[in-house]
């Protein structure tokens, strides 16, 4: 009986409207914007084929090397790159705080999709990545693209009008500056450090900027939806 109640509990929580675990389960509905302008209305969720339900994996798969297990179905694994970049800290630095997949459902749902004018998702990798796969809702400011370069001062002020900064003086009032929050490839990626470092540079609130740590190889492990370059 205890333990009926416990487990009766334990959902009213889980599915409790306040609650952002649950946007895992329930998804989120977005707009998508490609570079050429056009928008797609996309369902964030994780998509998870219905022969991966109930796999588990073992203490002798995780030890031996063979993360996924000899039994777990194909459809089920996912493989990623292991040796590449550098390993992320968990904190940029004081002020900025680092969310994980959930805090980025709650964003895009509670926080983009209801203040737009006020937050932005920032995909900070180069335009060639972003378009190839990102993040649905995102919006592609290239890390490089921050600091001003005289061959490409549009690229400099595209970001100023997207992230909101006014430049006033030998200076910028970030006093209307959007809440960003940044990602990049993985937990090996520093393009989105960079970029939120940049910032705090130029004066941005650290308040005002979050980080996905995880970036898009951990979005993609988890098996939540993202968009592509259309064919």
Not at 191 to 217: E, F, N, T, V
Request: with cysteine; glycine share 6%; proline share 4%.
């Amino acid at each position: 009986m205890r333990l009926a109640l416990f487990l009766l509990m334990i959902s009213s929580m889980l599915f409790s409207a306040e609650n952002p675990m649950v946007l895992q389960l329930t998804g989120v509905k977005t707009q998508h914007q490609y570079l050429d302008g056009s928008v797609k209305e996309v369902l964030v969720e994780r998509e998870i084929p219905a022969s991966c339900f109930g796999v588990n994996i073992d203490v002798e798969s995780i030890f031996s090397g063979d993360f996924a297990g000899r039994n777990v179905p194909k459809e089920c694994q996912k493989s990623f790159v292991t040796v590449v970049g550098k390993a992320q800290p968990m904190m940029i630095e004081k002020g900025v705080q680092t969310v994980g997949e959930v805090e980025v459902l709650d964003f895009i749902k509670n926080k983009l999709g209801v203040l737009p004018l006020e937050y932005i998702l920032v995909d900070s990798r180069k335009r060639d990545w972003f378009e190839q796969m990102t993040i649905p809702s995102a919006i592609n400011i290239p890390y490089d693209e921050i600091e001003y370069d005289d061959k490409s001062p549009e690229d400099f002020e595209r970001m100023m009008k997207l992230l909101r900064i006014q430049k006033v003086g030998n200076g910028y009032d970030f006093s209307h500056a959007k809440t960003a929050l940044f990602f990049c490839n993985g937990a090996w990626c520093v393009q989105s450090r960079i970029a939120i470092q940049k910032l705090i540079l130029m004066g941005y609130p650290k308040k005002k900027l979050l980080w996905y740590r995880g970036g898009l190889q951990d979005w993609l492990l988890f098996g939540f939806s993202v968009v592509k370059k259309a064919p």
